[in-house]
């Protein structure tokens, strides 16, 4: 079972980046794709963008594209979302996750097995 771990999280004001990272343990991520959740306040948990094992393909949820970016680095087992021109609707608690199928192309939730803890994202107007 892989263990994830994120953090960058913070409180910014609307326009500021952040980036969040995921670190993994217990299993090298190089054969799973990754993901980003995020969950507000009085919501369900939605997909935030994805990233293909070889991080060749990314796909992104259509109000976070051209903002954010997610990234790789498989030698250092982390996953990465940089975030630009934050906006107070992206206040959430973001997750990241791993697929439970190996070389998969999932972007559900039901999709991914392994999850973080969260780290908190508070955009300002």
């Known amino acids: 079972q892989v263990q994830l771990v994120e953090a960058g999280g913070g409180l910014v004001q609307a326009g500021d980046s952040l980036k969040l990272s995921c670190a993994a343990s217990?299993?090298?991520?190089?054969?799973?794709?990754m993901g980003w959740f995020r969950q507000a306040p009085g919501k369900e948990r939605e997909f935030v963008a994805r990233?293909?094992?070889?991080?060749?393909?990314?796909i992104y949820l259509d109000s976070v594209k051209g903002r954010f970016t997610i990234s790789r680095d498989n030698a250092k087992n982390t996953v990465y979302l940089q975030m630009n021109s934050l906006k107070p609707e992206d206040t959430a608690v973001y997750y990241c996750a791993a697929e439970t199928r190996a070389y998969g192309l999932g972007y559900r939730s039901s999709d991914f097995g392994s999850w973080g803890q969260g780290t908190q994202v508070t955009v300002s107007s």
């Open positions: 990233i293909t094992w070889n991080g060749v393909s990314a």
């Open positions: 217990g299993r090298t991520l190089s054969r799973y794709t």
